[in-house]
């Protein structure tokens, strides 16, 4: 039997981008993949991440922010920050294959009213989605990647 591979998201807050990310790529790996996100100083899941997630059909209801220390001594195969901050602080990984970087702007940082803030997170949502889908089809490869296309797979 084939143990999964393992991908790490983290984040600073383990709010936002990293929840997002964690989403998507569990939703295109179609349970291929073991996947999981962590931040430095987690603070709980952003309701408008949930929200707008929903909009497109991920469920992160039940997602929980966790602290980037109970997986530093774990094994993963990518540990993936998907902000500037968490590249900076991020520990070292031992047991990581790899380590990538793939920035995006922080929707929780506007001060803009909540309907624009909604905006803002589902521009986010959708270049997350976008690179998602990328990484997952790179991994995966070819003849694996999600049959459906970047709105879904046939899991």
Same mark, same amino acid.
């Given at each position: 039997m084939?143990v999964?591979?393992?991908f790490?998201?983290?984040?600073?807050?383990?709010?936002?981008r990293s929840q997002?990310a964690?989403?998507w790529?569990r939703? $295109?790996?179609?349970?291929?993949?073991? #996947?999981?996100? &962590?931040?430095? =100083? %987690?603070?709980?899941?952003?309701?408008?991440?949930?929200?707008v997630?929903?909009?497109?059909?991920?469920?992160?209801?039940?997602?929980?922010s966790?602290?980037?220390?109970?997986?530093v001594?774990?094994?993963f195969?990518v540990?993936?920050?998907?902000?500037?901050?968490?590249?900076?602080?991020?520990p070292? $990984?031992?047991l990581?294959?790899?380590? #990538?970087?793939? &920035?995006?702007? =922080? %929707?929780?940082?506007?001060?803009?009213?909540?309907?624009?803030?909604?905006?803002?997170f589902?521009?986010?949502?959708?270049?997350?989605?976008?690179?998602?889908?990328?990484?997952?089809?790179?991994?995966?490869?070819?003849?694996?990647?999600?049959?459906?296309?970047?709105?879904?797979?046939a899991?």
């Amino acid at each position: 039997m084939q143990v999964p591979r393992r991908f790490l998201v983290l984040c600073t807050a383990n709010r936002c981008r990293s929840q997002m990310a964690e989403g998507w790529l569990r939703h $295109f790996s179609c349970g291929r993949f073991e #996947i999981f996100s &962590a931040g430095i =100083d %987690p603070t709980g899941v952003h309701p408008l991440a949930v929200q707008v997630m929903a909009e497109r059909g991920v469920d992160l209801s039940g997602y929980t922010s966790n602290r980037i220390e109970q997986f530093v001594d774990q094994p993963f195969d990518v540990v993936i920050t998907v902000c500037d901050q968490a590249q900076e602080a991020c520990p070292i $990984f031992p047991l990581a294959h790899r380590v #990538i970087h793939r &920035a995006f702007e =922080d %929707p929780d940082q506007s001060t803009l009213a909540v309907q624009e803030r909604a905006a803002v997170f589902r521009r986010i949502r959708d270049e997350i989605h976008d690179w998602a889908f990328r990484f997952v089809e790179v991994e995966i490869g070819p003849k694996g990647a999600p049959v459906h296309g970047p709105h879904g797979c046939a899991c």
